[in-house]
């Protein structure tokens, strides 16, 4: 089979662009998306010229495999001035594809972009996901249509929303890269990591306390069933019932204001969290940026065209970087409030939980006294026993998993 067979060609056009795990891409564009800079590393992959690419809309290594909402997502999010992380499969000028995790952030003028090789156990599910999307596109649905119904795949993965997905698949990228490429992370990536794990298992916690008030929410009708057998005898377990079931009811509104809704209490400290680590990610990577082309100048000189003045671009990203940098310490100030806004919510409920010890312990006094007639009352007072401790001891979690993330803030704002 010669180069200049037909299926030799076809196969060629279906096969992968390789390059190595280290490798960093760069683009800078005007508003338009017209290519202004690259580095050497997007113009070997892309199989362009300098010529043919400075000067080129972004779209020229655009892949027919890419679903059009997801440009359309990226577009909207970056004109609003919202840094975002995508995945993108891209095409070479032979017909190859190759693969990013594509970090795309508005700066005055234009746009950035830094990318990466996708190696994470998440990248085969997006993958997935996006041809999907194309099918459904080829039989009609809008470019706006299809965004929407990725924000609705990640919600459905389990994410909040596409800025909970973009922060969760940066870091996991980078994890992933490190790993194999025997690299430590480094000690902010790792304290946002923690805080991150944290406040997933604070959501874990509050979901397993709300199956604990459903399992005892049948106890006041239960204590009233008794009373009424008793007769004149059930007048005190009549009022208990009535207080327990306010206590509930407190209770209840209290996950629901503490947990549920985007502006609830859990909602808003998460949210701060993966803003800043979506952005304290972010500079990690730009970091890692300056360090190519900074090291690029020093070993080889004259490897990029006039057009391309490797100092000016050193000087877009390191600012670019620290207005990264200054926008994750605004995060991590916004994460300190929250954490003192969730530690006030958690005491109000310590003070529903106490209420609940009171109810429970005057259960067990009346059960004592009513001697036969209370064994069903008893049977309620062990449910109370089970339950109640079970919420104080998520609750107690809760409380060391807010420590964390207050610890890991404080330490994050002294390495930034």
Request: aromatic share 8%; with cysteine; charged share 25%.
């Amino acid at each position: 089979m010669s180069e200049h067979d037909p299926q030799f060609l076809s196969e060629v056009c279906a096969s992968e662009a390789t390059f190595q795990l280290q490798e960093l891409f760069y683009s800078r564009t005007d508003e338009r998306g017209v290519i202004q800079a690259g580095n050497t590393v997007f113009q070997r992959v892309a199989g362009l010229d300098w010529d043919a690419l400075i000067g080129a809309p972004h779209r020229v290594i655009r892949h027919p495999d890419m679903p059009r909402g997801v440009f359309q997502l990226l577009w909207d999010r970056i004109r609003a001035g919202k840094p975002t992380g995508a995945y993108v499969k891209n095409r070479r000028t032979c017909g190859r594809y190759y693969w990013v995790f594509a970090l795309v952030a508005p700066f005055e003028g234009g746009y950035i972009s830094t990318r990466i090789k996708p190696t994470s156990a998440l990248f085969p599910t997006i993958s997935d996901c996006y041809a999907d999307l194309l099918r459904r596109e080829a039989e009609g649905m809008t470019p706006a249509d299809s965004a929407g119904a990725l924000r609705a795949m990640v919600t459905g993965m389990g994410f909040a929303s596409y800025h909970a997905f973009q922060a969760h698949a940066l870091a996991t990228e980078l994890e992933a890269r490190a790993r194999q490429l025997a690299r430590p992370m480094d000690p902010l990536q790792r304290r946002f990591l923690e805080m991150s794990k944290a406040i997933d298992e604070v959501q874990r916690e509050i979901l397993e306390m709300k199956e604990a008030f459903k399992a005892i929410r049948t106890v006041p009708l239960n204590m009233r069933l008794i009373a009424s057998r008793l007769e004149n005898a059930g007048g005190p377990i009549s009022a208990i019932s009535v207080n327990y079931s306010q206590m509930l009811e407190e209770m209840s509104t209290w996950v629901t204001t503490f947990a549920e809704g985007e502006s609830c209490v859990f909602a808003r400290i998460r949210d701060a969290i993966l803003n800043g680590q979506f952005l304290g990610f972010a500079t990690a990577v730009e970091a890692e940026m300056l360090a190519v082309f900074r090291d690029e100048k020093t070993r080889l000189a004259g490897i990029y065209p006039a057009s391309v003045k490797i100092d000016d671009e050193i000087a877009e990203v390191a600012r670019h970087r620290a207005q990264f940098l200054w926008q994750t310490a605004d995060s991590l100030r916004e994460v300190e409030q929250e954490a003192k806004r969730f530690a006030r919510s958690v005491l109000d409920m310590k003070r529903y939980v106490t209420g609940l010890s009171s109810t429970r312990m005057m259960c067990k006094i009346e059960s004592a006294t009513l001697a036969e007639s209370g064994t069903a009352l008893s049977g309620i007072v062990e449910q109370l026993d089970s339950c109640q401790n079970e919420i104080e001891s998520r609750l107690a979690r809760v409380v060391e998993l807010n420590s964390i993330v207050q610890n890991n803030t404080a330490m994050l704002r002294s390495l930034l």
